[in-house]
T-cell receptor, first 115, second 113 residues
Framework: AQSVTQPDIHITVSEGASLELRCNYS??????LFWYVQSPGQGLQLLLK??????LVQGIKGFEAEFKRSQSSFNLRKPSVHWSDAAEYFC?????????????FGKGTKLSVIP | DAGVIQSPRHEVTEMGQEVTLRCKPI?????LFWYRQTMMRGLELLIY????????DSGMPEDRFSAKMPNASFSTLKIQPSEPRDSAVYFC???????????FGSGTRLTVV
């Protein structure tokens, strides 16, 4: 069964610093991978997704993620964090075939930003 | 498009009462998902529909939970009777065939006292 692990429960960075949120997955075939962001009291918003092709994926709000098959990882990055990026971030996985669109989510990483 | 619309945004009810949560998916989306989010368990898939038909309800915690999708533009999640441990945020999400990313609603925060 597919699974997603986000090793960091909570990360604190200073505004303007770079950010990397980790995501590791477990699945035999090529997965479809996603990053979502959830601001307090809000639903989840899709930041970016990876299906195939270029392993570096650009998303909204200046975020990018890199798919590394050898490390079973799909880490999210941002060169310079803004205070408005403080939120919870979720990595998610699904796969092609079998007609299943069910996403499996990680437990989330809460990002705090110090002014 | 107005996105996925959920109602109510907040619901406070007494234990033993029936609770109905509502969802309107994005027009043209043929998949609809109900998730529950708690601090302890994170995001859990409860049930999902394809073309209004329930496909997988293995995540529904127990018989007190039921979900319906009478047409392509409306779904309900019902809890009867409600219990304090049902307190959580319930999200609805929809997706279209070939588009594996979901669009989430803003959620319903349920508090059972």
């Amino acid at each position: 069964a597919q699974s997603v692990t986000q090793p960091d429960i909570h990360i604190t960075v200073s505004e303007g610093a770079s950010l990397e949120l980790r995501c590791n997955y477990s699945y035999g075939a090529t997965p479809y991978l996603f990053w979502y962001v959830q601001s307090p009291g809000q639903g989840l918003q899709l930041l970016l997704k990876y299906f195939s092709g270029d392993t570096l994926v650009q998303g909204i709000k200046g975020f990018e993620a890199e798919f590394k098959r050898s490390q079973s990882s799909f880490n999210l990055r941002k060169p310079s964090v803004h205070w408005s990026d403080a939120a919870e971030y979720f990595c998610a996985i699904t796969y092609s075939g079998a007609g299943s669109y069910q996403l499996t989510f990680g437990k989330g990483t809460k990002l705090s930003v110090i002014p | 498009d107005a996105g996925v619309i959920q109602s109510p945004r907040h619901e406070v009810t007494e234990m033993g009462q029936e609770v109905t949560l509502r969802c309107k998916p994005i027009s043209g989306h043929d998949y609809l998902f109900w998730y529950r989010q708690t601090m302890m368990r994170g995001l859990e898939l409860l049930i999902y529909f394809n073309n209004n038909v329930p496909i997988d309800d293995s995540g529904m915690p127990e018989d007190r939970f039921s979900a319906k999708m009478p047409n392509a533009s409306f779904s309900t999640l019902k809890i009867q009777p409600s219990e304090p441990r049902d307190s959580a945020v319930y999200f609805c999400a929809s997706s279209g065939t070939g588009n594996y990313g979901y669009t989430f609603g803003s959620g319903t925060r349920l508090t059972v006292v």
